[in-house]
């Protein structure tokens, strides 16, 4: 796993923005894994920016989002289908039919959730997948347990995970949805690249567990230490627990520029 630490938000964005740039334009048909959350927010902003400015193509990039709330339909404010539409599709050039969201309100939960590996693999499978991580250590909304082995399937949240998003809910709880459909971790495993992002203090503990702890299905994003392929960005609140932040910030100092992007 490598680790980038970087001063602020913007520019531990920035290097990450510049990594997925990179991919589509070296392969303009990339399969993209995606990612809700306040986390990738300034991501999308540079993607966009990057859209907008430099002619980033996005008209041939197929997406796979991780996950989605079971029961909101995609018209809800705080489906995963409408932040990703408000923060990301609706400004670039992506083609709707190539976007991939879970469907909260399918009928047979199970089915859907075949058919969605099913496309993952028809597409080729996701040349890199965007990432953030639950103050207790969840991907997608593989929450602690999950089976490393898991694949896209319904699952209950944890309290700590509705309590953590109810801030999206108006902070009211008892609105946030119990269950979701998630990519299982085995799913997000096969993505031939990660890239995740953690800021903040408040997942300072949960990345320290994902990047020097055991590999153990109570952190599920600690599976990412056996990923050939995995990049973590992450500001100084969060590294705040590292052992390792000097080694990680020395190794990173001293990459030439192509390989800091590759
Ligand atoms: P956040 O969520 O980006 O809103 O902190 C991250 C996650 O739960 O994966």
Not at 69 to 83: I, R, T
Not at 103 to 120: H, L, N, T
Not at 190 to 197: F, G, N, T, V, Y
Request: glycine share 6%; hydrophobic share 40%.
């Amino acid at each position: 796993m490598e680790v980038i630490i970087s001063p602020d938000t913007e520019t531990a964005s920035g290097a990450a923005a510049r990594v997925v740039a990179r991919l589509v334009r070296e392969k303009p048909n990339a399969v993209l894994g995606l990612a809700t959350g306040s986390t990738p927010l300034k991501l999308y902003r540079k993607l966009i920016q990057l859209h907008n400015e430099e002619e980033l193509d996005f008209s041939e990039v197929t997406t796979f989002n991780l996950d989605e709330y079971v029961g909101l339909e995609k018209e809800h404010p705080q489906s995963y289908h409408a932040f990703m539409w408000e923060h990301l599709f609706s400004q670039i050039n992506i083609k709707p039919e190539n976007v991939h969201i879970p469907d909260g309100m399918a009928k047979d939960i199970p089915v859907f959730c075949a058919a969605y590996e099913r496309a993952i693999a028809e597409a080729g499978g996701i040349d890199l997948q965007v990432l953030g991580i639950g103050s207790d250590g969840h991907i997608g909304f593989n929450e602690p347990t999950s089976s490393f082995a898991s694949r896209t399937r319904i699952k209950t949240l944890t309290q700590q995970t509705v309590q953590d998003n109810a801030r999206f809910f108006d902070g009211d709880e008892s609105q946030v949805p119990h269950h979701c459909i998630t990519m299982g971790i085995g799913t997000i495993m096969d993505a031939k690249r990660c890239i995740m992002l953690a800021f903040g203090e408040e997942k300072a503990e949960a990345i320290a567990a994902t990047v020097e702890g055991p590999v153990a299905s109570m952190v599920p994003a600690s599976i990412l230490q056996h990923h050939p392929n995995a990049k973590v960005f992450i500001d100084n609140p969060a590294a705040a627990g590292l052992k390792l932040s000097d080694y990680y910030r020395w190794v990173y100092d001293g990459k030439p520029d192509w390989q800091r992007d590759a």
